[in-house]
């Protein structure tokens, strides 16, 4: 994302134009928008012409329209974004008041108004325009028959391929057929690897599975690859890691993610952090669960005793459309980092994110155990009884 222009007043009002340079730009793009904003942005619209001899018509004119934005609109594999409001500034093309959606697109600007730029707004405009936030983590999560090739950004898992093929099993003295469509799906989940993997940017391939399969799958995809001589492959196989997972399936990412090899690899990445986060929160719940609080009110609480160590929260929750609860929210991010505690906001496109999703969206480690709230709980929970 490049920031061409940031102009806001004391009271933090004002407008920011910036221009969305990858897919994964229209997703910070999305947490940037709410409901109420004002959005100047080059679109087509269709308009209806008269001619001199009555003949009507209608061309699609390109024309720049500001918006008071009503709905938003975002589909995660495609990364695209729509915009629908009403046309708040005069047009010759589009009456005052009218509907529109714009499609914001790649590498065309845009302007964004707000009435109140809030910390957290401002902090994701920062990481998007940070060229380091930049997807350098892929994975082929695999078992027989089944790979998913995903893309692990810091704000999203992104499955690029899912290649499945129907592997007989091996019959006594006839292994032919079995091998034959193994080898095919090998063939195909390398095609994946290649079409959507740039070892430009990607510092790591996580190649997780259960049992041997990943190295069967490796040593079959170098085997190849000096066979036909494949230097892109060749040259990157050092980034290949091997991990083991449960299944082929997407939400196994997660375990791969928490291997420690992986970890100390992955250290610089925001993704792996944020596993780690969830990973010590599960351990502290388990073992100390004085210390690991979930749920709005408790984490409140929590914060208002200045107890908090880190603070997990779901990029979700800022999404709200009630502007007290989203203030709610913000401020605690806001009184965690005055007492110097750590917050992590989890995107909901990561699997570690939707885990956080299923525990209300907010949680916390503590620095000590806050007691009292324990015996609160257990009071409130004997009165009901």
């Not at 459309?321 to 917050?343: F, I």
């Amino acid at each position: 994302m490049k920031l061409v222009r940031k102009d806001l007043e004391k009271d933090n009002a004002g407008q920011v134009t910036l221009i969305p340079e990858e897919p994964e730009d229209m997703w910070h793009t999305y947490n940037l928008l709410q409901v109420g904003d004002s959005l100047r942005a080059s679109t087509i619209r269709k308009v209806q012409t008269e001619s001199a001899t009555g003949s009507v018509g209608s061309n699609r004119i390109r024309t720049t329209l500001t918006l008071c934005v009503e709905a938003i609109d975002f589909d995660s594999q495609a990364c695209q974004l729509r915009v629908k409001g009403t046309n708040i500034q005069e047009n010759e093309y589009v009456k005052m008041g009218a509907y529109h959606t714009i499609e914001l697109e790649p590498n065309r600007q845009f302007t964004l108004a707000k009435k109140q730029w809030d910390s957290v707004v401002l902090e994701r405009i920062e990481q998007a325009c940070d060229p380091a936030w930049n997807a350098d983590v892929a994975a082929v999560v695999m078992q027989e028959g089944l790979a998913h090739v995903c893309l692990v950004t810091p704000s999203m898992t992104l499955t690029r391929a899912k290649v499945e093929v129907n592997i007989p099993r091996k019959r006594k003295g006839n292994c032919s057929q079995h091998d034959r469509a193994l080898e095919r799906f090998y063939e195909q989940v390398v095609q994946a690897i290649q079409r959507h993997i740039n070892f430009e940017v990607v510092k790591c391939v996580l190649v997780a599975s259960p049992g041997f399969v990943r190295e069967q799958f490796c040593d079959y995809m170098f085997q190849q690859a000096v066979k036909t001589d494949n230097k892109l492959l060749l040259e990157n196989r050092s980034k290949f890691l091997q991990v083991h997972s449960s299944s082929g399936h997407k939400y196994a990412l997660k375990e791969a993610l928490c291997d420690p090899a992986v970890t100390s690899r992955l250290s610089d990445t925001k993704a792996a952090g944020e596993v780690k986060a969830l990973d010590d929160f599960y351990k502290m719940l388990q073992h100390e669960p004085d210390r690991a609080f979930y749920g709005l009110k408790h984490v409140e609480k929590a914060n208002e005793a200045m107890a908090i160590d880190t603070l997990l929260i779901s990029d979700e929750l800022f999404r709200h459309q009630d502007v007290a609860t989203r203030a709610r929210y913000v401020k605690l991010v806001d009184s965690v980092r005055e007492n110097m505690g750590t917050v992590r906001i989890f995107s909901s496109l990561h699997v570690s994110g939707e885990q956080l999703g299923q525990l209300t969206g907010v949680a916390a480690i503590l620095r000590f155990p806050v007691a009292e709230l324990s015996d609160q709980e257990d009071e409130s929970s004997s009165e009901e009884d």
